[in-house]
């Protein structure tokens, strides 16, 4: 049976890479061990690391002065991590403030400097995307959130600034190629667009580091990750794993443009429907719309469980709206196929009758 998964994370992954990480699990490169009971400092788990690494800095067009880390903790802990490592007491950072998880950004960046909020959308519960705000050019960072999972909203535009770009990027990486130049620091967790729950990607251009003059807990310094090629602690093998085999089923269908293209396709399909069914309206501002979570109300929300059980009969899994906008969201992230939007499309349509 055919499911049809739109969860917004963890989320769907591709079918080859599910069926290659499930060999790995039972015989890793016919060393007749699991993936699961192999030694991080293995030559066989070390060409992984340097595989995914080597991938993100292929797909992104990164040049020399970025590093690439595999790290624990979520996208959450970068929260704190970024600010603490580039951010000196006294000193402001920008936060644009685009939904729950700028918001808590900005409340982590509080405890080591200055945060200048150069805008937020939260008048209308981050239904769009501020412009035309002015960032001070004393910012150390500009930080933004590239794609907000939960009210469905994208950034589809840099701001026209020169201060560095701190972005998180937890639910849009790798959808679209990027000017990789213009950010300083790049993080996500794994679990959206990118591979399995379990890793965090830090790409982080070097020369934004060792500006601070707090101490840093060895831990919470990249530098200590960086010198180790993120192994100075056990790194989660297994998430790291599925995430390299993730990047090469991006790279072998055609890259980052071809990702937007399909995204592009998927998501104009969907939106179509919204706006041409007299039953359902889109929940953010057209011109902010995501590719990767789009979110969208039943104009008589009476009728929210009977669309969610002509979804489940169709074999369409994890549409429901997160709690704080209410309705629907279809996450159609990369590994998401056209067919099975089609199929949500369908649905929407036998419900309007
Ligand atoms: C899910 C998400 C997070 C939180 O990620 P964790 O890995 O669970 O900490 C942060 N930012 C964005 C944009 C997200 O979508």
């Known amino acids: 049976m055919k499911v049809h998964n739109f969860f917004a994370g963890p989320a ?195 020369n934004m580091l060792g500006k601070v003059k707090r101490e840093i807990p060895t831990m919470l310094n990249y530098e200590t990750h960086i010198k180790k090629n993120s192994s100075f602690n056990t790194p989660p093998v297994y998430a790291i794993y599925v995430s390299m085999l993730t990047m090469q089923w991006v790279k072998d269908n055609g890259g980052l443009k071809a990702m937007a293209k399909r995204n592009q396709a998927k998501a104009d399909l969907l939106y179509g429907e919204i706006d041409r069914n007299p039953m359902f309206v889109g929940s953010a501002a057209k011109e902010d719309r995501s590719l990767m979570n789009v979110t969208f109300l039943l104009k008589d929300d009476s009728k929210n469980d009977a669309f969610l059980e002509a979804c489940a009969a169709a074999n369409c899994v994890g549409v429901k709206g997160h709690r704080s906008v209410g309705g629907f969201r279809a996450s159609i992230y990369n590994a998401m196929p056209i067919e099975s939007v089609e199929v949500l499309v369908e649905v929407m349509r036998k419900f309007e009758g």
Not at 42 to 64: G, H, I, R, T, W
Not at 116 to 121: D, K, L, M
Request: aromatic content about 10%; overall charge negative; charged content about 15%.
């Open 12 to 206: 769907i992954l591709p079918q080859p890479v599910i069926n290659q990480a499930a060999k790995a699990m039972i015989n890793f490169e016919g060393m007749n061990l699991s993936i699961l009971e192999i030694s991080h400092r293995s030559k066989q788990f070390e060409a992984v690391m340097n595989k995914a690494v080597s991938l993100v800095k292929e797909l992104l067009s990164l040049n020399d002065d970025y590093e690439v880390l595999f790290l624990t903790g979520g996208a959450s802990s970068q929260f704190y991590f970024t600010a603490m490592n580039l951010l000196d007491d006294g000193e402001t950072a920008s936060y644009l403030d685009t939904g729950t998880w700028s918001t808590k950004a900005i409340a982590e960046a509080k405890r080591f400097g200055n945060v200048e909020v150069v805008a937020s959308s939260k008048d209308k519960n981050f239904n769009y995307i501020p412009k035309n705000y002015s960032v001070p050019a004393n910012s150390k960072y500009l930080h933004l959130t590239s794609n907000n999972t939960i009210y469905g909203t994208q950034l589809h535009q840099l701001p026209a600034t020169e201060v560095p770009i701190v972005c998180d990027m937890s639910s849009d990486i790798f959808s679209r190629p990027i000017d990789s130049n213009k950010y300083g620091l790049i993080y996500c967790g794994a679990q959206k667009n990118m591979g399995p729950a379990g890793t965090t990607l830090v790409i982080v251009n070097k």
